[in-house]
């Protein structure tokens, strides 16, 4: 049973592996690697913190760089 710092590593190691098994094998997971990296972000946000909101999550993730308005506007045009 994993408890604490040893969960975390081993969550932390899982969702890299996954990460790296979708760009290994789809060819334009380029395109979504940032998607990615931000998923993964929250989610070890939320790990620690269950009330953790986007805005914390670009703020972190993006240094300042990037709003959330901004970030928003890369996906929310995608559609199926």
Known sequence: MM???????EI??????????????LTDSENY????DLFTAAFQKALR?????FG???ATEYQ??????DVK??????SS
């Open 3 to 9: 408890t604490g710092y040893y969960a975390s590593v």
């Open 12 to 25: 932390a190691l899982a969702l890299e592996n996954a990460r790296e098994l979708i760009k290994a094998e």
């Open 33 to 36: 690697a940032d998607l990615m």
């Open 49 to 53: 913190d269950p009330e953790v909101d």
């Open 56 to 58: 914390d999550v670009v």
């Open 64 to 69: 300042g760089a990037h709003t959330v308005d």
């Open 73 to 78: 506007t890369w996906w929310n045009g995608w």
